[in-house]
């Protein structure tokens, strides 16, 4: 019970297990809290422990061994995300988009030299990706929105034209996933959407201690960081892209089928940000119980008065439902990927662990008070981050909607 978490038997492998503890030490010696808090105070990613991460097999663990990788799957994906952003949920994120999104996006449907060329520097930790989809117009109706558009040239190649917002961690990598329109068919939205490959040009990441803030991308693409209320340790980007020239062998999967294919890697990015909030919350509650045992007032620690306990004993159960329906989730992604519960499952999870660690850091913030308000303890950083959580990479409501519609057989709303 020390860890504040009641062990339950998933059948983990003793591989699994040794991975976990690994990590605990990894956290601690790598990044400890008080470095986390540094980096989220100076808006910097730390790219040396990506690097570290792939250099200790982290990285590659649910990638198939001919790319470098350890041959697991979504459960490794779950409980390794879940570990680190215990502390660092920052790069609970990097891990979301890289990996989550990047890596599975590839190895899904990239081409055979893509997965070669891409895969291998990912999993060693010298490649990141970001993602440009969401435009300004709105990330939720996302298909009505987009207006960032490539058209073929007679040569054969493409010009984008467009505005991304909210492409995360742009300055820190190497190739950004372009998500535009290039092809109209009447009254489908959803399809003539293409996805592509972007290599940030000449300045690679390793040159300039990873910091490319002020750098431009490529050819046409510019960056301009958003100033937000958390996660600073992950900056967020406006994007633009100015005849952007692309060409058929950046293409990733089919030409116009973009956002089919978006939909494959879907469950996996809601189940891994289920565990990014289980982690955010287990963090929060371990913090706030410390504090409980040894702040004092009126004569005895505040974890004796019932109204600090029950608001812990709250914070504990929130938190054992969602490992619970998170785990649930990512057995089933892993066990039955095509079953259509795994949809409703998986946004089941993000829309509750979300809405759970949510609370978790407010009760924390109250059990801390003063001292949860100021920058010298970490509980102000659990409680920014998580407000993102609950609305990207999609927002509850559309989670209800979906689970309206898939489950329970509900008309659609809009
Ligand atoms: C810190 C951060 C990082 C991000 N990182 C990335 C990234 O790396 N790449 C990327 O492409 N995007 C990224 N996003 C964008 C994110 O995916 C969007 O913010 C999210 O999809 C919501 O879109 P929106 O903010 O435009 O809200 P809107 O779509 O404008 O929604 C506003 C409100 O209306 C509600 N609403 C809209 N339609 C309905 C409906 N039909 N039924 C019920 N309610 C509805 C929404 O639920 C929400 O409450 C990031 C966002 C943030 C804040």
Not at 284 to 290: F, G, I, T
Request: glycine residues 10%; charged residues 25%; hydrophobic residues 35%.
């Amino acid at each position: 019970m020390a860890d504040f978490m009641i062990p339950t038997d998933f059948g983990l492998s003793e591989e699994q297990k040794m991975m976990i503890d690994m990590l605990k030490k990894f956290k601690e010696k790598e990044c400890p809290k008080d470095k986390i808090g540094e980096w989220d105070e100076a808006n910097h990613f730390p790219v040396e422990v990506w690097k570290k991460l792939g250099n200790e097999g982290i990285l590659g663990a649910c990638f198939p061994e001919e790319y470098g990788g350890t041959g697991g799957n979504i459960i490794d994906e779950t409980l390794i995300t879940e570990e680190i952003s215990n502390s660092f949920s920052a790069m609970g994120l990097a891990y979301l988009t890289g990996v989550c999104f990047g890596g599975m996006s590839i190895l899904h449907y990239g081409t055979d030299e893509q997965k070669q060329n891409y895969l291998p520097k990912l999993i060693a930790g010298d490649w990141n990706f970001a993602l440009s989809l969401t435009e300004p117009g709105g990330g939720t109706d996302v298909l009505g929105a987009l207006k960032t558009r490539a058209v073929e040239q007679p040569d054969g190649t493409f010009l984008a034209n467009g505005a991304k917002i909210f492409t995360t961690g742009i300055h820190v990598a190497n190739t950004d996933i372009l998500i535009c329109r290039t092809d109209d068919v009447e009254g489908k939205p959803a399809r003539g959407l293409t996805i592509f490959l972007i290599d940030r040009d000449n300045i690679g990441r390793q040159e300039t201690d990873g910091d490319l803030l002020n750098q431009p991308f490529s050819q046409g693409i510019t960056y301009h960081k958003i100033k937000k209320l958390g996660s600073h340790i992950l900056a967020s980007f406006e994007v633009s892209f100015e005849d952007v020239k692309l060409t058929q062998d950046q293409m990733l999967g089919e030409r116009g089928k973009g956002f089919y294919n978006l939909l494959t890697t879907l469950n996996n990015e809601r189940i891994v940000c289920s565990a990014i909030c289980v982690g955010l919350a287990q963090g929060c509650l371990e913090e706030a119980n410390q504090y409980a045992l040894e702040r004092e007032a009126f004569g005895k620690p505040i974890g004796q008065f019932q109204a600090i306990q029950h608001q812990l004993v709250e914070m504990a159960t929130e938190i054992e439902l969602s490992r619970l329906i998170t785990y649930k989730a990512a057995w089933m992604q892993a066990n039955n990927p095509t079953d259509p519960n795994v949809g409703v499952i998986a946004s089941m999870a993000k829309m509750y662990t979300s809405d759970a660690a949510f609370r978790c850091t407010d009760k924390a913030m109250r059990i801390l008070a003063g001292y949860g308000f100021t920058m010298e303890y970490h509980i102000q950083r659990y409680y920014r981050d998580i407000r993102q959580l609950v609305f990207a990479p999609i927002t509850n409501e559309m989670s209800k909607n979906y689970i309206g519609q898939v489950m329970l057989g509900q008309k659609k709303s809009y």
